[in-house]
C-alpha cells in the first residue's frame, strides 16, 4: 500500500527542524525537532528532524571542546581559524539545510562533517 504525504507539510515541519540550529544552545533548539520527530509520521520528516537533532549535539560537542581549548589550553592562538569555522559551521550548515529542505521536499537532507548517533 503506498502513501502519499502532503508536499507542503513536508516542507514546512523539515524547514522547522533545521531553522531551530538558529536559536543556538537554547533547549528550545533542540525540543522542537525532538517533538516533530515523534509526532509526524511522514518518513522524510523523521530523517529530518534525526539529522537536526545529531547537528545539535554536534554543535554542543565542538562548542565544548572550542571552550576547553580556548580557556584552557592556547585558544587565542587558535582564534583566527575556530571562530569562522564555527560561523560557517552553525549559521550556514543550517541555512543550505533550510533551502534544501524548501527546494527537495522528498529527499531528506544530510549534513557533511557531523557525527551521527543512531536515533
Known amino acids: 500500500m503506498q502513501t502519499t504525504y ?7 515541519l523539515s ?5 531551530m540550529s538558529f536559536f543556538g544552545f537554547s533547549m528550545v533548539s533542540i525540543g522542537v ?5 515523534l509526532v ?10 534525526k539529522e ?18 580556548y580557556f584552557l589550553i592556547i585558544g587565542w592562538l587558535l582564534s583566527p581559524i575556530i571562530w569562522p569555522l564555527g ?11 533550510v533551502f534544501k529542505c524548501l527546494t527537495n521536499p522528498d529527499e531528506a537532507h544530510r549534513y557533511p562533517f557531523i557525527f551521527r548517533l543512531p536515533l
Open 6 to 12: 502532503d508536499s507542503d507539510k513536508r516542507k514546512l
Open 15 to 19: 524547514a522547522v527542524c533545521h531553522a
Open 33 to 37: 525537532p525532538v517533538a516533530i520527530m
Open 40 to 49: 509526524s509520521d511522514d518518513p522524510v520528516v523523521k530523517e529530518n528532524a
Open 52 to 69: 537536526s537533532i545529531n547537528f545539535h549535539i554536534n554543535l554542543w560537542f565542538w562548542g565544548g571542546v572550542t571552550a576547553v581549548l
Open 87 to 97: 560561523l560557517v559551521y552553525s549559521l550556514i550548515l543550517p541555512g543550505w539545510a
